[in-house]
């Protein structure tokens, strides 16, 4: 489970780069200094005691009160 948040928060990361974004703009637009807007979804996580789906902005689960992990101020 570890390895799939870590690479939805790696992929998470590149998309709010500004370079990806100029160079992602440029290839929609195909044209220098447009900007599109990436939607970033946030990523999702379980509970490890009782499975919960969880945001990672999250501290605590709402139904056992267990850390989240991945949580991200």
């Known amino acids: 489970m570890s390895e799939i948040y870590d690479r939805q928060s790696g992929q998470e990361d590149l998309q709010r780069s500004e370079d990806f974004t100029n160079i992602f703009s440029k290839v929609v637009s195909g044209k220098a200094g447009y900007k599109t807007i990436v939607?970033?979804?946030?990523?999702?996580?379980?509970?490890p005691d009782c499975g919960t789906n969880l945001d990672e902005r999250q501290k605590f689960c709402h139904e056992c009160g267990t850390k989240n992990e991945h949580y991200k101020k």
């Open 39 to 47: 939607d970033v979804k946030p990523i999702i996580s379980k509970c």
